[in-house]
Structure formats: C-alpha cells, structure tokens
C-alpha cells in the first residue's frame, strides 16, 4: 500500500454565503501524478489553494502527511508544496531576484550549477536574467516561475494551468518536465483546461464540477 501524503476529508469552502467547494474527499498517494479538468469557475484554483494552504477551509479536514495542515509553519509548508499560478507574480525589478529568493529565504548561497541546469532543461537563455520583470512576457513569466519553484525540489507541486501562455513547442518541454519530476518521485496536481494534456502522463484523472468531485478516474 502507498502512504498517503495528502487527505482531504468532507472538505468544504464558502465565501460570503456563497458555497464554492461542497464536502471535497480524496486521498493522493505518494508519486501520485492527478490532473484535474473541469470547467470554469468549478473551483479547481480553490482546490488546489486549500492543498498549499493559501486559503483554509469552511469545514473538514485536510492532512498533509497524516498530520493536520495547521500543524504546520506555513513557510516550511511552502518549501515542500510549492503552488504555481497560472499568472503568477514575480518579484523585484529583475529577473535573477526571483532566482535568488530560494536561496536567499534558506540562507544559502546562490547554487549556478542547478541554475544552469534548469535553464538548460527549460531550454532558457540565461540572459533573461539580467532583464526587467516588466518587458518580459507571459509564456517567459510561467517558465521563470515553475524554475523558481524548482531550485529546490518540492515533495508536492501543484501547478495551475502553467502552459496557458506556451506555445507548443514549449508546453511540450514543460509537460516532459513535469513528468521527469514526476518519474524521481514529486507528487504532482495538475489543473489542465487541455485534455489532451490531462490524460497524457497522469496516472489519476479528478473532474470537479460545480464545487463537487464528478469523478477520480485511474488512468493507469
Ligand atoms: N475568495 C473568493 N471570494 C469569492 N468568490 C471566490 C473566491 N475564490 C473563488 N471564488 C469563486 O469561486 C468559484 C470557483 O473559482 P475557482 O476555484 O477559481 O474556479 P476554477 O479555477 O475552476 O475556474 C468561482 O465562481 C469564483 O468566482
Ligand atoms: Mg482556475
């Protein structure tokens, strides 16, 4: 039997009065690969904010290995599962800051060698580096802030529709990415509008509609 790193129990979001995730259960195993697909606005971001515990729920419970989600410092919580947002935000007024914050917030000196990695897998050029967060665009924001998030390796990486601005050159890159994380051992959630995508290396398919679970199907 695989461990269970992450439990959600009758769990329920409201937000003035209005009820956005109803009695949400399900358990993600360990190495698990879950899409979820649902349409827009059936609290797939919600979803996976109450896992990274930028929100907290109305109601049940949510455990993240077997121990209670308040449990947890929520910036220690933050280094094991890491949230990327499909618009995410960077820092700073240049690029490398947001390179350098891993290892600023871990007081630890910058580490080139993983650096370079990263680019290279990203099939970046490192002189984006030196450029301003403003002038650079929405596909480079997504890489820049899935390396970011990747510094260090996360046990859990819940990733928010991340190849919305990509061509497909590059959401391939990152899909193979993702699923390279994967085969070492991170737990990944992916919310996917792309079905296509969704099916594609996943070994559970979750669909959420209207605040409810629809379906958990096992892909493989
Ligand atoms: N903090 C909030 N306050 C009020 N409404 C919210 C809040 N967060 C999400 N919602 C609403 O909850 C529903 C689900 O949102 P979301 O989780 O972003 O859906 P999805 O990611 O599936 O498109 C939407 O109707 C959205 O407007
Ligand atoms: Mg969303």
Redesign the pocket.
């Known amino acids: 039997m695989r461990l269970s790193i992450i439990e959600l129990e009758d769990v329920s979001f409201h ?2 009065e ?1 009820s ?1 995730l109803e009695n949400i259960s399900f358990n993600v195993e360990k190495g698990d690969f879950i899409s979820i697909i ?10 996976l904010k109450l896992i990274g515990h930028l ?1 907290s729920p109305t109601d049940g419970h949510i455990r993240i290995n077997e121990k209670d989600i308040y449990e947890y410092d929520p910036v220690e919580l933050r280094k094991d599962i890491s949230y990327c947002f499909q618009i995410p935000s960077l820092f700073g007024d240049k690029v490398r800051e947001n390179i350098e914050f891993p290892y600023y917030i871990r007081n630890l000196k910058l580490d080139n060698k993983r650096v370079d990695e990263l680019f290279s897998m990203f099939q970046m050029d490192m002189d984006i580096l030196n450029q301003d967060i403003k002038s650079i665009s929405g596909g480079e924001r997504q890489r820049i802030a899935l390396i970011r998030s990747l510094l260090f390796k996360p046990e859990v990486l819940l990733l928010d529709e991340i190849t919305s601005a990509l061509d497909e050159k590059n959401t391939r890159i990152v899909e193979d990415i993702i699923a390279t994380l994967n085969g070492e051992g991170i737990t990944i959630l992916w ?1 996917t509008h792309n079905l296509e995508q969704s099916r594609k290396y996943a070994n559970k398919l979750l669909t ?1 509609e209207k ?1 409810k679970i629809k379906s958990m199907e096992v892909l493989r």
Request: hydrophobic content about 30%; aromatic content about 0%.
């Open positions: 937000s003035d209005k956005i649902g349409s827009s606005g059936s609290g797939k971001s919600t979803l929100i919310v959420v605040g």
